[in-house]
């Protein structure tokens, strides 16, 4: 008979293990929705998304390059980009990156690009 005894204790402290568990749980979800509300009260009070600038207002990087590259017939490689804009290479690769995955762009030849009509 003992062991009936010692087995249903072992059940009554698993029991109070998953209350606890799920207050735990509980606890934890509230203070996730909590913090996610106050992260986007911080962005929102921070103006932090992006938008496009108005006409005649600031041209992004991206934006400047892509005047560039519209312009020409023939194309322009990263060389000439860097050129005329000031940027790193880096900096016009991540954009050329960007544009030819939104489709703004093509690859004529390796590293010599045009705008899409």
Do not use: C, W
Not at 45 to 66: E, F, I, Y
Not at 86 to 97: D, E, W
Request: net charge positive; charged share 35%.
């Amino acid at each position: 008979m003992t062991i009936t005894k010692d087995l249903q204790a072992i059940s009554k402290e698993l029991k109070k293990l998953v209350k606890q568990t799920e207050k735990l749980a509980d606890a934890l979800g509230k203070a996730e929705k909590t913090q996610t509300k106050s992260v986007k009260t911080m962005t929102k009070a921070k103006g932090v998304t992006k938008k496009a600038p108005a006409k005649g207002g600031k041209k992004t990087d991206t934006d400047k390059v892509l005047t560039i590259i519209n312009r020409s017939k023939k194309g322009v490689d990263t060389a000439a980009l860097m050129k005329k804009t000031g940027f790193g290479l880096k900096k016009i690769r991540n954009i050329l990156h960007r544009t030819y995955k939104q489709g703004k762009i093509t690859r004529v030849e390796k590293g010599i690009y045009v705008g899409v009509k």
